[in-house]
């Protein structure tokens, strides 16, 4: 997953994206001091099932420190935007551009209000004015986008639906073909393609108000009245200076601090104007409860949706497996069934490998992430593929008793099913009968 923080010049993007990922940047007031975009990695912060099951995680990616686990994302922060940066405003047009791989955007806004549109120093200055003027800069790079694609549908010939399904087919930008249908039948491209092309937008590029400097007297005021009026976004106050002197503390191990908590530990002593920095840290931590940084990254990647699952199945024309199947169908899970092959000399095959490996890369393409339900270790060169081409994170759940070791070091993540217990169907059998087991494998 990508995350792409956006905003206008001198907000504190660049403050920002280095408190979530201590990369070097350049941080100034002065306008335009990011010239090009800064890639960088930050983390999620979950509580580690580790202490539940009593062992010592040891995750493939990330870290864990003190029951909390750290979960690497790409970030990527792009210069600020102006006033028809999508016609190529001050290189506008090609820091849109380098957001076309984004899955989710924070907007990060300067609720301080002492910096106008152009990042020059300014009093009562009303920052709502900014979210729109990002909104129409997103909304007319989509509809370029857009045009430029059905434009060159409209030179083939193509008409209604199936015009539809060529550009859903094709367009992607992170966005699913059935996303695309969803909404040409909302909003008809024919007839109404710029209305197409903003609803395609919201649903490719989710937005997220990152408050800024939330710490400046006044700014909780300015923060309330950006809440009642753009209500569509999800809004979180912070502070990246706040956050960034924190990390960059415990960095030189002078503080204890776990990114998103509201207190800190001094370990190391301190010169008097560091006291100074910690005191005020503490009390902002004290009326806040965090910097709010560490959920903003937290809620851009919250609740994820699941977009498609598949069942692959042998069909075996045994009398308990078309119940299975219809089980399967009514919660939701699609099945593709092959039949089982049975050769001279009794022989038998039935495999889904290359199937499944075809299915997965086609769908990294507008997924954030693949599930498998599997421990055979001859998927592991497609992980490696998905993972290091696709850039997918690609997570894995089986028994871990029979699942291959090697399977469970390429996934980014691994569930071994024996410890969790609310994925498995519970028998039906009646007590006495086979088995005495909880749960059916």
Request: aromatic fraction near 8%; charged fraction near 25%.
């Amino acid at each position: 997953m990508l995350i792409g923080i956006i905003g206008r010049v001198n907000t504190g993007k660049s403050s920002f994206f280095k408190a979530t990922t201590l990369a070097k940047v350049d941080i100034s007031n002065k306008v335009f001091s990011t010239l090009k975009p800064n890639h960088g990695i930050g983390y999620l912060n979950i509580k580690c099932p580790d202490r539940e099951f009593n062992t010592e995680c040891n995750p493939a990616t990330g870290f864990c420190y003190k029951g909390n686990r750290f979960i690497p994302i790409d970030i990527i922060d792009v210069p600020g935007l102006m006033e028809n940066s999508h016609l190529g405003a001050g290189l506008g047009n090609s820091f849109l551009n380098a957001l076309l791989d984004a899955d989710i955007l924070v907007q990060v806004v300067d609720v301080s209000g002492l910096t106008n549109s152009r990042g020059e120093t300014a009093q009562h200055y009303n920052p709502g004015n900014d979210i729109l003027m990002i909104e129409k800069e997103l909304d007319e790079w989509f509809f370029g986008l857009c045009k430029r694609k059905w434009d060159a549908l409209q030179k083939l010939k193509s008409e209604g639906d199936a015009k539809v399904e060529i550009f859903a087919k094709t367009f992607g930008h992170k966005i699913s073909e059935e996303k695309i249908k969803e909404i040409a039948k909302k909003k008809n491209p024919e007839t109404d393609l710029r209305g197409f092309s903003k609803e395609l937008r919201r649903a490719a590029k989710p937005m997220i108000i990152a408050a800024n400097k939330i710490d400046i007297p006044g700014a909780d005021y300015t923060l309330s009245m950006l809440q009642r009026t753009f209500q569509q976004y999800p809004m979180i106050a912070c502070s990246a200076e706040a956050e960034l002197t924190l990390k960059e503390s415990a960095k030189q191990q002078l503080i204890d601090y776990i990114p998103g908590e509201n207190r800190f530990r001094t370990i190391a002593p301190l010169k008097d104007n560091q006291k100074d920095t910690v005191l005020y840290l503490s009390s902002f931590l004290k009326k806040y409860d965090s910097t709010g940084v560490q959920e903003v990254l937290n809620k851009a990647v919250a609740g994820r949706q699941l977009i498609r699952a598949i069942g692959y199945v042998i069909k075996t024309e045994t009398p308990e497996e078309k119940a299975f199947f219809d089980a399967l169908n009514e919660i939701g899970i699609e099945t593709k069934t092959k039949e089982l092959q049975i050769f001279p000399g009794g022989m038998k095959k039935g495999d889904w490998d290359v199937g499944l490996a075809m299915d997965a890369v086609k769908l990294s393409q507008s997924v954030d992430a693949i599930v498998l339900l599997t421990g055979d270790g001859d998927y592991i060169p497609m992980i490696d593929f998905l993972k290091n081409t696709h850039g997918t994170q690609v997570e894995v759940m089986a028994f871990g008793r029979s699942a291959s070791a090697r399977i469970k070091e390429a996934a980014d993540e691994f569930t071994d099913l024996a410890d969790n217990k609310k994925f498995l169907i519970p028998s039906k059998r009646p007590q006495g009968f086979g088995r005495k087991r909880a749960y059916d494998e």
